[in-house]
Each structure stands twice: as C-alpha cells, then as structure tokens.
C-alpha cells in the first residue's frame, strides 16, 4: 500500500525524471492490483502487472478444475479390476448374437453325410426369420424336434462349464432336442417316391448329387420308403441327405403332424460349416431345386380353364347381335349409308 500512495504522488509533483521512483519489488507489484482492485483477479491485458494477476489465475483456475488445490490425476483401474466388466459385457453381446443372429449347433449323427459329418459344427442363421422369411426347398434347417423323433436316442450330460457355454451360444445345448435336415417340399408341394427313385416334387423328377454315395433316392422297404404326401400350408418335409440312415419325415407319417415340421418349430438354416478348419464350407441350396417345382394352384387352373370358354361365349353372343353389312351400310350403328 505503500509503494502505490507514492507512485500517486510522485506523478502529481512533477516530471518522473526529476524524482526517481523507489523500485518496487516484484512481490508487492503483484500483489497490489490485487488488493486495490476487486476486479484484478478476473483481469486479462497488457502490462507487467497484468501478466501477474493472470499468472496467478492461471493457477487458481487449475485449483477449482481439478476439485481443490494439489489434487492429483485419477489413476487408471487395473486390468484385473476392468475384467469382470468385460466378461460381462462380453457375455451380454454373446446371448444377444445367439437369440437374434446366429447359433452354433453340434452335428450328432450320420443322417446328412457327407454333407454333414459326425461332430461337425454349423452356424444356423436366425436373423431371417424374425423378418417373415420361411424354409425354401434345397435348405438345411435346423428344427426343434416336432412329435418325440428323438425319442430312445442317448443324451450325454453336460458338465457346468458346457451349460453355460450352451446357454450363452458358444456351444451346442444339450438341453434343447433339435435336429437337422433337408427341405424337400413346403406348403402345397406333392412330393412322392416310387421303388428306388428318383424322388419328386409336383411331379418333377429331382438330381440329387448330395445323396450319400452309393444310396438310392429312395428305399423299397414298407415303413416310410415309398410315399405320395401333399404338404399342408406352414409346414415342411425334410429328408436326410444318407437317405438308408436318416429317420426323416419318411418314417413318422403316423405322428400328430403326419411327419411334417412346423414351419415354427425352424431355428434357422444352417449357412456355414464353421468347424473343425479342414471342413469349412458353404451350404447353398443345390442347382436342382433352381428348376421351376411350383405347383399350380387350383385358382389359376381354373382361371386357365375359363379363360377359353369365356372368349368362346362372347364370341358367338357378338356374332348374334351385330347387323349384317350390306351395300351403302358401313356396319357402325347411326353412321348412316354411303352417297
């Protein structure tokens, strides 16, 4: 306070040069504007004792972001700490991916070599059919098991660690009775088998390439092996690929669904061989199914039909009312005749 009441007076005297200032020392420079000034401490400009007051907001800034004054920056939580949240993140996406995406399923029987083998591993597509869409001929599906088709086949316990990889998608559930197949035929298909083939559908004979060597498309034997059925509407008939060695719909005609599936009993369709390595592979619907199998429905064969006997029908009612054409009449009513 003092150095400022003489800095005061000095400039009302005279001329600085006549009277040489006191040098104020750098501490009391500071904090004068401080002290004198209620605004100093917000202050920005030009001016050694500006600079001062800024240095020093600059470090009370600092004090009030960081909370209080010598507060130090948080330090990182360790790894061991961060991987519990991890796994359980990791966890929740797997649940989601397995209900809404893909599933992996576990091949437990020869019922589809060799386009499935023993222990294979298939990613069945889920997504799909959250949309509308359905089982197409050609496919392999994945359905829960329909009427007991299951029934008597052995059951391997799962330890803790299998169930809840089952449960989470990144292994095959052995609570849930699943099987897979082929599509053959869908709503309103007829798909019939007579001696040892080949098989059809809507009449229309089928190349199978995808059979198990050295079977025939179809079996002679009396419980399943020959058969003439017209699928029902929203349900399907599947058949393995090692037609001598699968219990398909062939052989449960006589269960509740007449050996159907459910078109709601489908997972999905199985799109990828994903393990082991050496048999990854596709599962694209054959070149034999591209054909046109569509059976006509009774509608259109019988628009198909009356489409002639109406164009018959109009034809002679017109050759009965229309006036014959004679000299000087152009055969228009009301035109009149020729001069």
């Not at 001696?195 to 190349?207: E, H």
């Not at 050996?259 to 709601?264: A, R, S, T, Y």
């Amino acid at each position: 306070m003092g150095d400022l009441a003489v800095g005061a007076r000095s400039g009302q005297d005279g001329p600085e040069e006549q009277r040489p200032a006191e040098p104020v020392p750098p501490a009391a420079e500071d904090a004068g504007p401080a002290e004198s000034d209620p605004r100093a401490p917000g202050l920005s400009g030009s001016g050694s004792g500006s600079s001062g007051t800024g240095a020093g907001d600059s470090g009370d800034d600092t004090a009030e972001d960081l909370g209080e004054p010598g507060h130090k920056p948080r330090k990182q939580r360790s790894f061991w700490k961060e991987l519990p949240l991890l796994i359980g993140i990791a966890l929740v996406l797997a649940l989601l991916i397995k209900t809404f995406l893909v599933q992996a399923f576990s091949i437990p029987s020869d019922s589809m070599q060799h386009t499935l083998e023993q222990g294979d591993r298939v990613l069945v597509d889920k997504l799909t059919p959250w949309f509308g869409s359905e089982p197409e001929r050609g496919e392999v599906v994945v359905f829960h098991d329909p009427a007991d088709w299951l029934a008597g086949e052995p059951t391997v316990e799962p330890n803790p660690v299998q169930r809840v990889l089952g449960w989470i998608g990144l292994m095959p559930s052995a609570n849930e009775k699943d099987l897979i197949k082929r599509v053959i035929g869908v709503g309103g298909d007829t798909v019939e088998c007579n001696g040892t083939g080949p098989l059809k559908v809507n009449g229309k004979a089928l190349d199978e390439p995808y059979v198990y060597a050295g079977n025939t498309p179809c079996s002679v034997d009396d419980q399943g092996g020959q058969f003439k059925v017209t699928v029902p509407t929203g349900k399907i008939w599947v058949m393995g690929d090692h037609r001598q060695n699968s219990l398909d719909s062939r052989y449960h005609q006589e269960d509740k669904n007449a050996g159907f599936v459910p078109v709601d009993n489908v997972v999905g369709r199985a799109i990828v061989v994903a393990w082991p390595p050496t048999r990854w592979d596709t599962l694209p619907i054959p070149d034999t199914f591209d054909q046109n199998l569509s059976a006509a429905a009774p509608g259109a064969l019988g628009l198909a039909g009356a489409v002639p006997l109406v164009l018959w029908r109009r034809r002679r009612v017109v050759g009965r009312t229309t006036p014959p054409v004679t000299a000087g009449n152009s055969g228009v009513p009301g035109s009149g005749t020729a001069g």
